[in-house]
């Protein structure tokens, strides 16, 4: 039976104060009759003609076991009320309901200060919807986010493939509710340094980068980014490319797409690949050097970012509450909540489920990162 946030569970206080107060009794009787307990541990009372030296014996117990007594009732008197005063004020027997905070979250894929405010709005929306507090947790890196969510430190969190999958397979029953349009037809930017001759690279494959690679730096996202490391090595695996083996030296692992692009166009690594949504933002801001740094190949479409809800919301927030929260994520809209949609980078959220990611887990299996 679940107590919905109560301050204490009443079953039990209703239990403690009769046990204490039962306990307090027999140690004040025990203080203030003595001879009962002494008849009680077989100490019979003295008899005329009795041994002298049994009777100084008895004496003796007696008066140990009278100061016993006397420091039990002392005690008592003291501890108990504290006890009392410690253990029973949130049991009173009226309902003390804390109301529970929804726990939002979401791989830390770019710019803190951008997740900062995306999450910030988005906790506002949420609450003012349904009516709950609501609170961004923010995390260090991508298992972070995994590890909270499938130890219940997150309600809802925005995911990308990969660490969907592997939040879904550590917290069984987790849904996946929705996604951006954008997400069922996702795809990795490769990019290159200006030291890399782009214009002898088809546009339209990988084959070319492999007669390079030997001469060049790579750098991933994070290990467990789906568009920033999972289907980039998988599509550079299907072109007959080893990134381990090929490139001059093993691939680096930036931790952020936007640290990929920044890197590249530093000229300390000479291929990367990234998020298309963090690469076309910052063209589009002007943010980039496209005289340093360039797009040469576009990977097939995959499935990837998703809201992914907890199990745990229909015991904590009431049956049904998954579903509200998959009604608040698909009433966003432009009109009413562009600022929201343009920090996820979508124009909407629509219905998804957790098979539309079974094509991640398998290529996800197949080299190694989910066993």
Same mark, same amino acid.
């Given at each position: 039976?679940? *107590?919905h $946030?109560? $301050?204490c569970y009443l079953p039990v206080s209703r239990l403690v104060s009769p046990v204490l107060a039962l306990c307090l009794t027999g140690i004040l009787r025990m203080a203030a009759n003595p001879g009962q307990v002494w008849r009680r541990l077989g100490l019979a009372p003295i008899k +005329? $003609?009795?041994d002298q030296a049994w009777v100084r014996r008895q004496i003796r117990r007696s008066r140990v076991i009278k100061n016993v007594s006397a420091r039990?009732?002392?005690l008592a008197l003291v501890f108990i009320p504290l006890i009392l005063l410690g253990i029973l004020p949130g049991c009173s027997g009226e309902d003390q309901r804390v109301s529970p905070i929804l726990k939002v979250g979401g791989i830390p894929d770019q710019d803190a200060s951008r997740l900062a405010r995306r999450y910030e709005s988005f906790s506002d929306y949420l609450s003012d919807r349904l009516g709950? /507090?609501?609170e961004y947790v923010p995390t260090v890196d991508y298992p972070a986010v995994v590890t909270a969510f499938s130890q219940d430190g997150l309600d809802l969190a925005f995911f990308g493939g990969l660490t969907g999958v592997q939040a879904r397979l550590r917290r069984p029953g987790s849904q996946v509710i929705a996604q951006r349009e954008q997400d069922a037809r996702f795809h990795t930017k490769f990019i290159a340094g200006a030291r890399v001759p782009i214009e002898s690279l088809p546009i339209d494959s990988l084959a070319g980068l492999k007669s390079l690679a030997s001469d060049l730096t790579l750098t991933f996202g994070s290990e467990i980014s789906t568009s920033g490391h999972l289907m980039p090595r998988h599509f550079m695996g299907q072109a007959g490319i080893d990134p381990d083996k090929d490139f001059r030296s093993l691939p680096n692992y930036s931790g952020s797409h936007d640290l990929t692009w920044k890197l590249v166009e530093s000229g300390s690594f000479d291929v990367g690949v990234l998020n298309e949504n963090v690469w076309d933002r910052a063209v589009d801001q002007g943010r980039v050097d496209? /005289?340093?740094v360039r797009v040469f190949y576009t990977t097939p479409e995959y499935f990837d970012y998703n809201w992914t809800v907890? +199990? *745990?919301?229909e015991v904590r927030f009431g049956q049904g509450f998954t579903g509200r929260l998959r009604d608040a994520l698909l009433s966003l809209n432009d009109g009413e909540h562009g600022d929201i949609l343009d920090l996820f980078s979508a124009r909407r959220f629509i219905p998804s489920q957790n098979d539309n990611y079974d094509e991640i887990e398998t290529v996800a299996r197949s080299l190694g990162i989910i066993r």
């Amino acid at each position: 039976m679940d *107590n919905h $946030g109560y $301050g204490c569970y009443l079953p039990v206080s209703r239990l403690v104060s009769p046990v204490l107060a039962l306990c307090l009794t027999g140690i004040l009787r025990m203080a203030a009759n003595p001879g009962q307990v002494w008849r009680r541990l077989g100490l019979a009372p003295i008899k +005329p $003609g009795t041994d002298q030296a049994w009777v100084r014996r008895q004496i003796r117990r007696s008066r140990v076991i009278k100061n016993v007594s006397a420091r039990i009732a002392w005690l008592a008197l003291v501890f108990i009320p504290l006890i009392l005063l410690g253990i029973l004020p949130g049991c009173s027997g009226e309902d003390q309901r804390v109301s529970p905070i929804l726990k939002v979250g979401g791989i830390p894929d770019q710019d803190a200060s951008r997740l900062a405010r995306r999450y910030e709005s988005f906790s506002d929306y949420l609450s003012d919807r349904l009516g709950v /507090e609501v609170e961004y947790v923010p995390t260090v890196d991508y298992p972070a986010v995994v590890t909270a969510f499938s130890q219940d430190g997150l309600d809802l969190a925005f995911f990308g493939g990969l660490t969907g999958v592997q939040a879904r397979l550590r917290r069984p029953g987790s849904q996946v509710i929705a996604q951006r349009e954008q997400d069922a037809r996702f795809h990795t930017k490769f990019i290159a340094g200006a030291r890399v001759p782009i214009e002898s690279l088809p546009i339209d494959s990988l084959a070319g980068l492999k007669s390079l690679a030997s001469d060049l730096t790579l750098t991933f996202g994070s290990e467990i980014s789906t568009s920033g490391h999972l289907m980039p090595r998988h599509f550079m695996g299907q072109a007959g490319i080893d990134p381990d083996k090929d490139f001059r030296s093993l691939p680096n692992y930036s931790g952020s797409h936007d640290l990929t692009w920044k890197l590249v166009e530093s000229g300390s690594f000479d291929v990367g690949v990234l998020n298309e949504n963090v690469w076309d933002r910052a063209v589009d801001q002007g943010r980039v050097d496209l /005289e340093r740094v360039r797009v040469f190949y576009t990977t097939p479409e995959y499935f990837d970012y998703n809201w992914t809800v907890n +199990p *745990n919301v229909e015991v904590r927030f009431g049956q049904g509450f998954t579903g509200r929260l998959r009604d608040a994520l698909l009433s966003l809209n432009d009109g009413e909540h562009g600022d929201i949609l343009d920090l996820f980078s979508a124009r909407r959220f629509i219905p998804s489920q957790n098979d539309n990611y079974d094509e991640i887990e398998t290529v996800a299996r197949s080299l190694g990162i989910i066993r």
